[in-house]
């Protein structure tokens, strides 16, 4: 079945340093790939998609390119910031329509 | 647009008991979805109703839980003869199939459900 993988955390940072969360999917036909983030607290947030190959998602500062010949969403931010330390979720939508999230890496930014 | 609402925010309980999670979603959205999310896990996929039609149940949903729609708008899910391994947080998300970005599943804030 379909399913995501995500590298797993915490991944602790200073700020403004760059950021690399890997998230790879297996999927039948060509789902539609997302980025959720968890603050602390708080409920699940939309923070950017892209719905087909080569597609950028970007929100925030953050980016993430679906790349279909590697099964890949790569989150990326050039310069982190404390208020972004959260859990982020990739994710993907199949013929299903139903989410299918990764486990989910714990992002901590220090000062 | 007073997005996804759950109620209880937290609700306690001991083994054995019942207990029901309410959601409102976002008002005229058709599909309403329930997911279940334990400690250092992304959420997982419970169940989901077009209007006031289940469409689909995971096989995570056991015969002790029940969703309902009644009509169309709020949702229930409850848990009968509670255990501990249903410690969690129940999250329900809404979305339209009107407009672009249909896709987007818009999240309520969560039950979390512990079990003593």
């Known amino acids: 079945g379909d399913s995501v993988t995500q590298m797993e955390g915490p991944v602790t940072l200073s700020e403004e340093a760059f950021l690399t969360i890997n998230c790879t999917y297996t999927a039948t036909g060509y789902p539609s790939l997302f980025w959720y983030v968890q603050y602390p607290g708080e409920g699940l947030q939309l923070l950017l998609k892209a719905t087909k190959a080569d597609d950028k998602g970007s929100n925030k500062g953050f980016e993430a390119t679906y790349r279909k010949e590697t099964t890949s969403f790569h989150l990326e931010k050039g310069s982190v910031q404390v208020s972004d330390s959260a859990v982020y979720f990739c994710?993907?939508?199949?013929?299903?329509?139903?989410?299918?999230f990764g486990q989910g890496t714990t992002l901590q930014v220090k000062p | 647009d007073t997005g996804v609402s759950q109620n209880p925010r937290h609700k306690i309980t001991k083994r054995g008991q019942n207990v029901t999670f309410r959601c409102d979603p976002i008002s005229e959205h058709n599909r309403l979805y329930w997911y279940r999310q334990t400690l250092g896990q992304g959420p997982e996929f419970l169940t989901y109703f077009q209007n006031e039609a289940q469409l689909e149940k995971s096989r995570l949903l056991s015969d002790r839980f029940s969703a309902e729609r009644p009509k169309g708008s709020f949702s229930t899910l409850e848990i009968q003869r509670t255990e501990q391994g249903d410690s969690a947080m129940y999250l329900c998300?809404?979305?339209?199939?009107?407009?672009?970005?249909?896709?987007?599943?818009?999240f309520g804030p969560g039950t979390r459900l512990t079990v003593l």
């Open positions: 998300a809404s979305r339209t199939l009107k407009t672009s970005p249909g896709w987007e599943q818009f």
């Open positions: 994710a993907l939508i199949g013929n299903t329509g139903k989410l299918i």
